[in-house]
């Protein structure tokens, strides 16, 4: 309703996004088998990644408790004790999500719904996404570091990737899908 679109028009637009995916993916739930929720400024595409068989969520290469990011976002969103309780958990990324159409709608329902609830900082969606992940709220499979359709570099030196004919390959010698 209209209490609905005025909460959603006052988040920044790294949370509004969830509400939005959430709007369209209900009015279009027949449409698709499969989504990706990406980022689109600093996403690169090698090869296709579905299937996707559940909601898969993606990790970075560090502990909640060694990014300063992360120690910031949780702080300001949901205080010093949500940080403290997750500190030892890998960092999710918000920017990759991808799975069967209905758990991706479940997720971004209740993704915008802790964004709306906590109305807090610039990075709040990180927040939420690490919280509703960890604690449960969906049911997603935490995919590591360097596990699954898609690989996150935040704060990955070059040297550390394998990288041929300018791709970004897994252990195995294969392109990960999506590069982050």
């Not at 989504?35 to 898969?56: C, G, H, M, N, Y």
């Not at 069967?100 to 709040?124: D, I, S, T």
């Not at 960890?134 to 570099?153: K, N, P, Q, S």
């Amino acid at each position: 309703g209209r209490a609905d679109r005025i909460r959603d028009a006052m988040l920044d637009v790294m949370s509004s996004r969830f509400a939005d995916f959430a709007r369209y993916l209900s009015l279009n739930e027949a449409v698709y088998k499969q989504v990706l929720l990406t980022d689109s400024r600093d996403v690169i595409f090698q090869a296709d990644p579905f299937p996707a068989t559940k909601l898969e969520v993606f990790c970075e290469n560090e502990l909640i408790g060694h990014s300063h990011f992360a120690r910031r976002w949780l702080q300001l969103t949901y205080g010093v004790r949500a940080f403290r309780h997750l500190a030892d958990k890998p960092f999710i990324c918000s920017g990759t999500t991808i799975g069967p159409v209905a758990e991706v709608l479940a997720y971004a329902r209740k993704q915008a719904e802790q964004c709306a609830r906590v109305m807090a900082c610039a990075g709040a969606d990180q927040a939420v996404h690490n919280v509703i992940i960890h604690r449960g709220w969906v049911d997603a499979e935490l995919r590591r570091f360097g596990d699954g359709a898609v690989i996150t570099l935040n704060g990955i030196s070059f040297e550390r990737l394998r990288v041929v004919d300018g791709r970004v390959l897994d252990e195995l010698g294969e392109p990960y899908p999506v590069v982050h």
